[in-house]
Protein backbone atom coordinates (compact mmCIF):
# COMPACT_ATOMS: atom_id res chain seq x y z
CA UNK A 1 0.00 0.00 0.00
CA UNK A 2 1.54 3.05 -1.49
CA UNK A 3 1.75 6.24 1.28
CA UNK A 4 0.33 9.51 0.04
CA UNK A 5 2.14 12.82 -0.08
CA UNK A 6 0.39 13.98 3.60
CA UNK A 7 1.39 10.77 5.23
CA UNK A 8 4.66 10.86 3.79
CA UNK A 9 5.32 14.49 5.76
CA UNK A 10 3.21 13.29 8.76
CA UNK A 11 6.01 10.00 8.70
CA UNK A 12 8.91 12.35 8.56
CA UNK A 13 7.62 14.54 11.63
CA UNK A 14 7.10 11.93 13.40
CA UNK A 15 10.54 10.28 12.63
CA UNK A 16 12.46 13.58 13.16
CA UNK A 17 10.34 13.74 16.67
CA UNK A 18 8.51 10.84 17.86
CA UNK A 19 7.05 12.36 20.75
CA UNK A 20 5.71 15.44 19.12
CA UNK A 21 1.96 15.90 19.45
CA UNK A 22 -1.35 16.03 17.18
CA UNK A 23 -1.36 19.32 17.90
CA UNK A 24 2.09 20.14 17.12
CA UNK A 25 1.62 18.01 13.69
CA UNK A 26 -1.41 19.79 12.49
CA UNK A 27 0.39 22.94 13.05
CA UNK A 28 3.09 22.12 10.93
CA UNK A 29 1.06 20.72 8.19
CA UNK A 30 -1.65 23.07 8.24
CA UNK A 31 -3.97 20.11 8.57
CA UNK A 32 -6.74 19.74 11.18
CA UNK A 33 -6.42 17.96 14.34
CA UNK A 34 -8.80 15.64 13.00
CA UNK A 35 -7.20 15.15 9.56
CA UNK A 36 -4.36 14.32 11.87
CA UNK A 37 -5.80 11.76 13.67
CA UNK A 38 -6.77 10.14 10.25
CA UNK A 39 -3.54 9.74 8.65
CA UNK A 40 -2.49 8.43 11.79
CA UNK A 41 -4.76 5.83 11.68
CA UNK A 42 -4.00 5.00 8.24
CA UNK A 43 -0.10 4.72 8.99
CA UNK A 44 -0.80 2.45 11.60
CA UNK A 45 -2.80 -0.11 9.93
CA UNK A 46 -0.31 0.18 7.12
CA UNK A 47 2.54 -1.05 9.88
CA UNK A 48 4.59 2.07 8.94
CA UNK A 49 3.62 2.97 13.36
CA UNK A 50 3.47 0.38 16.04
CA UNK A 51 0.41 1.55 18.31
CA UNK A 52 -0.72 4.72 19.91
CA UNK A 53 3.23 6.13 20.91
CA UNK A 54 4.02 6.68 17.72
CA UNK A 55 6.49 3.57 17.61
CA UNK A 56 8.07 3.36 14.72
CA UNK A 57 9.12 -0.75 13.61
CA UNK A 58 12.56 -1.32 13.77
CA UNK A 59 13.51 -2.93 9.99
CA UNK A 60 13.86 -6.86 10.00
CA UNK A 61 15.52 -8.97 7.67
CA UNK A 62 13.17 -11.93 8.74
CA UNK A 63 9.88 -12.08 10.72
CA UNK A 64 9.06 -16.38 11.03
CA UNK A 65 5.26 -16.09 11.96
CA UNK A 66 3.69 -19.57 13.37
CA UNK A 67 4.39 -22.11 16.30
CA UNK A 68 6.27 -22.41 19.60
CA UNK A 69 5.99 -25.83 20.98
CA UNK A 70 7.71 -27.99 23.76
CA UNK A 71 9.02 -31.20 22.05
CA UNK A 72 9.13 -34.16 23.81
CA UNK A 73 10.84 -36.99 22.64
CA UNK A 74 10.71 -40.56 23.36
CA UNK A 75 13.10 -43.22 21.80
CA UNK A 76 13.16 -46.74 21.95
CA UNK A 77 16.76 -48.58 23.10
CA UNK A 78 15.49 -51.46 21.40
CA UNK A 79 13.61 -51.83 18.09
CA UNK A 80 10.09 -50.61 18.15
CA UNK A 81 7.26 -52.97 18.82
CA UNK A 82 3.85 -51.74 18.72
CA UNK A 83 1.24 -52.98 21.45
CA UNK A 84 3.88 -53.85 24.27
CA UNK A 85 6.21 -51.93 26.43
CA UNK A 86 9.15 -50.45 25.04
CA UNK A 87 11.61 -49.62 26.83
CA UNK A 88 12.96 -46.04 25.57
CA UNK A 89 14.71 -42.69 26.38
CA UNK A 90 12.78 -39.28 26.86
CA UNK A 91 14.00 -35.59 26.76
CA UNK A 92 12.22 -32.42 26.03
CA UNK A 93 13.52 -29.13 24.08
CA UNK A 94 12.59 -25.94 22.67
CA UNK A 95 10.46 -26.39 19.19
CA UNK A 96 7.70 -25.45 17.45
CA UNK A 97 8.35 -24.92 13.00
CA UNK A 98 8.45 -20.91 13.03
CA UNK A 99 10.20 -21.05 16.13
CA UNK A 100 12.75 -23.25 14.95
CA UNK A 101 13.32 -21.59 11.94
CA UNK A 102 13.94 -18.14 13.77
CA UNK A 103 16.38 -19.56 16.07
CA UNK A 104 18.14 -21.30 13.12
CA UNK A 105 18.34 -18.14 11.73
CA UNK A 106 19.58 -15.86 14.35
CA UNK A 107 22.16 -18.14 15.32
CA UNK A 108 23.56 -17.86 11.93
CA UNK A 109 23.64 -13.96 12.42
CA UNK A 110 20.17 -12.78 11.06
CA UNK A 111 17.96 -10.36 12.40
CA UNK A 112 14.76 -11.87 13.14
CA UNK A 113 11.69 -11.88 14.74
CA UNK A 114 8.89 -14.43 15.79
CA UNK A 115 5.20 -13.86 15.77
CA UNK A 116 3.54 -16.66 17.80
CA UNK A 117 1.27 -17.72 20.90
CA UNK A 118 2.18 -19.20 23.87
CA UNK A 119 0.58 -19.93 27.23
CA UNK A 120 0.89 -18.22 30.16
CA UNK A 121 2.70 -20.81 32.02
CA UNK A 122 5.65 -22.41 32.61
CA UNK A 123 6.54 -24.12 29.18
CA UNK A 124 5.53 -20.67 27.49
CA UNK A 125 7.85 -18.70 29.65
CA UNK A 126 10.75 -21.17 29.21
CA UNK A 127 10.28 -21.10 25.66
CA UNK A 128 10.22 -17.20 25.34
CA UNK A 129 13.23 -16.68 27.74
CA UNK A 130 15.56 -19.08 25.45
CA UNK A 131 14.51 -18.11 21.97
CA UNK A 132 14.96 -14.13 22.94
CA UNK A 133 18.67 -14.96 22.92
CA UNK A 134 18.86 -15.05 19.34
CA UNK A 135 15.53 -13.68 18.23
CA UNK A 136 13.15 -10.57 18.80
CA UNK A 137 10.10 -11.95 20.27
CA UNK A 138 8.38 -8.46 20.68
CA UNK A 139 5.70 -9.38 17.92
CA UNK A 140 5.04 -12.61 20.05
CA UNK A 141 1.41 -12.81 22.67
CA UNK A 142 1.31 -14.50 25.91
CA UNK A 143 -2.33 -15.94 26.63
CA UNK A 144 -3.49 -16.15 29.83
CA UNK A 145 -6.22 -19.06 29.00
CA UNK A 146 -4.78 -21.32 27.28
CA UNK A 147 -1.73 -24.19 27.61
CA UNK A 148 1.37 -23.82 25.15
CA UNK A 149 1.55 -25.79 22.65
CA UNK A 150 3.41 -29.32 22.96
CA UNK A 151 4.35 -31.83 20.22
CA UNK A 152 5.67 -35.48 21.38
CA UNK A 153 7.23 -37.56 19.01
CA UNK A 154 7.97 -41.67 19.16
CA UNK A 155 11.21 -42.43 17.36
CA UNK A 156 12.83 -45.79 16.36
CA UNK A 157 15.95 -46.77 17.81
CA UNK A 158 17.29 -46.08 14.74
CA UNK A 159 16.34 -42.38 15.40
CA UNK A 160 13.19 -42.56 12.86
CA UNK A 161 9.85 -40.75 13.64
CA UNK A 162 7.42 -43.85 14.02
CA UNK A 163 4.42 -41.41 15.46
CA UNK A 164 3.78 -38.28 16.47
CA UNK A 165 1.37 -36.46 18.14
CA UNK A 166 0.72 -32.71 18.52
CA UNK A 167 -1.59 -30.44 21.24
CA UNK A 168 -1.75 -27.12 18.83
CA UNK A 169 -5.23 -25.43 20.15
CA UNK A 170 -3.97 -22.23 21.04
CA UNK A 171 -3.27 -21.47 17.73
CA UNK A 172 -7.18 -21.54 17.54
CA UNK A 173 -7.21 -18.19 19.08
CA UNK A 174 -5.79 -16.49 16.72
CA UNK A 175 -7.53 -13.87 14.81
CA UNK A 176 -6.75 -11.43 11.87
CA UNK A 177 -7.28 -8.50 14.78
CA UNK A 178 -4.11 -9.49 16.38
CA UNK A 179 -2.26 -10.12 13.08
CA UNK A 180 -3.42 -6.24 12.32
CA UNK A 181 -2.06 -5.13 15.60
CA UNK A 182 1.07 -6.61 14.98
CA UNK A 183 1.28 -6.16 10.98
CA UNK A 184 4.11 -3.22 11.47
CA UNK A 185 6.51 -5.93 12.24
CA UNK A 186 5.78 -7.93 9.13
CA UNK A 187 5.80 -4.66 7.15
CA UNK A 188 8.90 -3.52 8.02
CA UNK A 189 11.02 -7.08 7.31
CA UNK A 190 12.56 -8.03 4.08
CA UNK A 191 11.08 -11.42 4.49
CA UNK A 192 8.27 -13.57 5.89
CA UNK A 193 7.99 -16.95 6.76
CA UNK A 194 5.14 -18.73 8.00
CA UNK A 195 4.20 -22.19 9.00
CA UNK A 196 0.63 -23.71 8.79
CA UNK A 197 -0.55 -23.20 12.40
CA UNK A 198 -2.11 -20.45 12.91
CA UNK A 199 -6.03 -20.47 11.63
CA UNK A 200 -6.78 -20.13 7.50
CA UNK A 201 -8.42 -16.48 7.58
CA UNK A 202 -5.32 -15.32 8.87
CA UNK A 203 -3.00 -17.30 6.82
CA UNK A 204 -5.02 -15.48 3.88
CA UNK A 205 -4.44 -12.58 5.23
CA UNK A 206 -0.72 -12.43 5.85
CA UNK A 207 -0.50 -13.94 1.99
CA UNK A 208 -2.95 -11.56 0.72
CA UNK A 209 -1.27 -8.14 2.44
CA UNK A 210 2.64 -9.74 1.56
CA UNK A 211 1.45 -9.48 -1.81
CA UNK A 212 -0.06 -5.90 -1.43
CA UNK A 213 2.98 -4.62 0.16
CA UNK A 214 5.65 -6.76 -2.10
CA UNK A 215 7.49 -8.19 1.11
CA UNK A 216 8.49 -11.74 -0.17
CA UNK A 217 6.82 -14.60 1.57
CA UNK A 218 8.15 -18.23 2.71
CA UNK A 219 5.41 -20.97 3.51
CA UNK A 220 6.39 -23.93 5.04
CA UNK A 221 3.94 -26.24 5.86
CA UNK A 222 3.58 -28.18 9.09
CA UNK A 223 1.65 -31.28 8.12
CA UNK A 224 -0.77 -32.49 5.01
CA UNK A 225 -3.79 -32.10 7.07
CA UNK A 226 -2.50 -28.54 7.76
CA UNK A 227 -2.19 -27.67 3.49
CA UNK A 228 -6.08 -27.47 3.45
CA UNK A 229 -5.44 -24.07 5.41
CA UNK A 230 -3.86 -22.09 2.46
CA UNK A 231 -6.28 -20.44 -0.40
CA UNK A 232 -6.46 -22.33 -3.58
CA UNK A 233 -4.31 -18.86 -4.74
CA UNK A 234 -0.92 -18.46 -4.08
CA UNK A 235 0.00 -15.78 -6.05
CA UNK A 236 2.12 -13.89 -4.00
CA UNK A 237 3.83 -16.26 -2.47
CA UNK A 238 7.91 -16.52 -3.20
CA UNK A 239 9.06 -19.59 -1.63
CA UNK A 240 6.69 -22.74 -0.96
CA UNK A 241 9.07 -25.68 0.72
CA UNK A 242 7.42 -28.54 1.53
CA UNK A 243 7.62 -32.49 2.28
CA UNK A 244 6.50 -35.49 -0.06
CA UNK A 245 3.29 -35.77 1.72
CA UNK A 246 2.29 -31.58 2.02
CA UNK A 247 3.23 -31.61 -1.90
CA UNK A 248 0.69 -34.77 -2.58
CA UNK A 249 -1.90 -32.73 -1.08
CA UNK A 250 -1.21 -29.83 -2.06
CA UNK A 251 -0.88 -30.88 -5.55
CA UNK A 252 -3.95 -33.18 -5.44
CA UNK A 253 -2.01 -35.95 -7.11
CA UNK A 254 0.03 -38.74 -5.65
CA UNK A 255 3.88 -38.97 -5.97
CA UNK A 256 4.90 -42.37 -7.08
CA UNK A 257 8.29 -41.50 -8.81
CA UNK A 258 11.57 -39.08 -9.08
CA UNK A 259 9.24 -37.20 -12.61
CA UNK A 260 6.22 -36.99 -10.29
CA UNK A 261 8.32 -35.15 -8.00
CA UNK A 262 8.31 -32.25 -10.93
CA UNK A 263 4.92 -32.67 -11.85
CA UNK A 264 3.30 -31.94 -8.28
CA UNK A 265 5.73 -29.07 -7.95
CA UNK A 266 4.40 -27.71 -11.52
CA UNK A 267 0.85 -28.04 -10.09
CA UNK A 268 2.12 -25.93 -7.00
CA UNK A 269 3.85 -23.31 -9.47
CA UNK A 270 0.09 -23.17 -11.34
CA UNK A 271 -1.18 -21.83 -8.12
CA UNK A 272 0.81 -18.51 -8.20
CA UNK A 273 4.11 -19.66 -6.14
CA UNK A 274 7.65 -18.37 -7.56
CA UNK A 275 9.13 -20.63 -6.60
CA UNK A 276 8.79 -24.52 -5.32
CA UNK A 277 11.22 -27.06 -3.10
CA UNK A 278 9.87 -30.45 -2.20
CA UNK A 279 12.17 -32.57 0.03
CA UNK A 280 12.68 -36.75 -0.44
CA UNK A 281 14.14 -37.64 2.41
CA UNK A 282 17.28 -39.08 2.22
CA UNK A 283 17.09 -38.58 -1.62
CA UNK A 284 17.94 -34.89 -1.14
CA UNK A 285 15.30 -32.15 -2.88
CA UNK A 286 13.97 -30.80 -6.32
CA UNK A 287 13.49 -27.77 -6.99
CA UNK A 288 11.25 -25.76 -9.62
CA UNK A 289 11.15 -22.03 -9.94
CA UNK A 290 8.39 -19.93 -12.22
CA UNK A 291 11.51 -18.74 -14.64
CA UNK A 292 12.12 -22.20 -15.72
CA UNK A 293 14.64 -23.33 -13.32
CA UNK A 294 14.06 -26.85 -12.12
CA UNK A 295 16.42 -29.26 -10.79
CA UNK A 296 17.62 -32.02 -7.80
CA UNK A 297 20.43 -31.68 -5.28
CA UNK A 298 21.56 -34.90 -3.81
CA UNK A 299 22.47 -35.28 0.14
CA UNK A 300 25.35 -36.22 1.67
CA UNK A 301 25.84 -39.56 3.38
CA UNK A 302 25.76 -38.98 7.33
CA UNK A 303 24.83 -40.78 10.43
CA UNK A 304 21.83 -39.68 11.39
CA UNK A 305 21.42 -38.97 15.27
CA UNK A 306 17.51 -37.21 15.44
CA UNK A 307 15.37 -36.34 11.91
CA UNK A 308 13.41 -33.93 14.37
CA UNK A 309 13.90 -30.36 13.25
CA UNK A 310 15.79 -31.09 10.36
CA UNK A 311 12.94 -30.13 8.29
CA UNK A 312 13.01 -26.58 9.85
CA UNK A 313 16.78 -26.16 9.23
CA UNK A 314 16.45 -26.84 5.40
CA UNK A 315 14.04 -24.18 5.24
CA UNK A 316 16.13 -21.97 7.33
CA UNK A 317 19.69 -22.56 5.20
CA UNK A 318 17.86 -21.96 2.08
CA UNK A 319 16.03 -18.77 3.44
CA UNK A 320 19.53 -17.79 4.97
CA UNK A 321 20.96 -18.14 1.60
CA UNK A 322 18.62 -16.63 -0.52
CA UNK A 323 19.24 -13.56 1.81
CA UNK A 324 22.84 -13.53 0.63
CA UNK A 325 21.49 -13.50 -2.89
CA UNK A 326 22.36 -17.24 -4.00
CA UNK A 327 21.26 -18.94 -6.91
CA UNK A 328 18.01 -21.67 -5.83
CA UNK A 329 20.49 -24.31 -6.86
CA UNK A 330 22.88 -23.20 -4.47
CA UNK A 331 20.46 -22.28 -2.06
CA UNK A 332 19.36 -25.95 -1.42
CA UNK A 333 22.72 -26.93 -1.30
CA UNK A 334 23.03 -24.66 1.47
CA UNK A 335 19.70 -25.42 2.91
CA UNK A 336 20.72 -29.15 3.06
CA UNK A 337 24.11 -28.44 4.81
CA UNK A 338 22.31 -26.89 7.09
CA UNK A 339 19.82 -29.90 7.85
CA UNK A 340 22.73 -32.17 8.53
CA UNK A 341 24.20 -30.45 10.91
CA UNK A 342 20.62 -30.77 12.55
CA UNK A 343 20.34 -34.71 12.02
CA UNK A 344 23.42 -35.21 13.85
CA UNK A 345 22.88 -33.63 16.90
CA UNK A 346 19.98 -34.67 19.27
CA UNK A 347 18.77 -30.94 19.16
CA UNK A 348 16.12 -29.91 17.35
CA UNK A 349 18.10 -27.16 16.53
CA UNK A 350 21.77 -27.59 16.97
CA UNK A 351 23.14 -25.56 19.63
CA UNK A 352 26.51 -25.74 17.42
CA UNK A 353 25.26 -24.42 14.36
CA UNK A 354 26.96 -20.85 13.45
CA UNK A 355 28.14 -19.41 9.54
CA UNK A 356 31.32 -20.27 10.22
CA UNK A 357 30.44 -23.80 10.99
CA UNK A 358 27.79 -23.94 7.94
CA UNK A 359 30.03 -22.69 5.44
CA UNK A 360 32.69 -25.04 6.73
CA UNK A 361 29.85 -27.89 6.20
CA UNK A 362 28.90 -26.52 2.89
CA UNK A 363 32.52 -26.96 1.85
CA UNK A 364 32.84 -30.22 2.85
CA UNK A 365 29.56 -31.73 0.97
CA UNK A 366 29.57 -29.59 -2.21
CA UNK A 367 33.18 -28.19 -3.17
Request: aromatic fraction near 6%.
Amino acid sequence: MMMNQKEMLILQLIKENPFISQNEISEKTGLSRSAVAGYISSLTKQGKLLGRAYVLPNRKQVVCIGGSNLDRKIQTVQSLQFGTSNPAESSQSFGGVARNIAENLGRLGCDVALMTVVGEDREGEWLLDHTKAYVDIGPAQVISDAATGTYTAVLDNEGEMAIALADMSIYDSIDVDLLEKKWGYIASAELVVIDTNFPADVMQRVISRCQEEQIQLCITPVSAPKIKKLPKSLAGVTWLIANRDEAEALSDMQIKDDADFFKAAERILEKGVEKVVITRGDKGVIFVTQDGESGAVLPPKIHVEDVTGAGDSLVSGIMYAHLKGLNIENACKIGISCSSITLQSHETVNPNLTQDYLQETFNQYFK
